[in-house]
């Protein structure tokens, strides 16, 4: 997995042990537990949808990155096939022209 990935994870298991914990270890009444946890997961999920866009977008810049870095190797790679091929034809002409062909 991913350094991002394993991060989100340990976030959302942070999250959830925490609100279990405070819904447990509660000192306040009912509806004031309810309202801190429903304004606290709100928070989260706002945190947890930034962090879903950002992995998108660079998710998005890494497959591009890569496209661009392929691009590049096959056009080397062909660029040097076709020196290659030239410097076979020159070998090829100079040998027949050494034979008289």
Known sequence: MS????TVLAFVSGAAVGAAA???FAPEKG??????LSYRLEKYRDTLSELMEQLMENRDA??????????RVI???KDKAEKLLGDVD???NEINSRKGI
């Open 62 to 71: 890494v497959a591009s990155s890569a496209k661009t870095e392929g691009q």
């Open 90 to 92: 020159s070998l090829i």
């Open 31 to 36: 509806r004031e537990t309810r309202s801190w």
């Open 75 to 77: 056009k080397d790679a």
């Open 22 to 24: 405070g819904i447990l």
């Open 3 to 6: 350094k991002k990935t394993t």
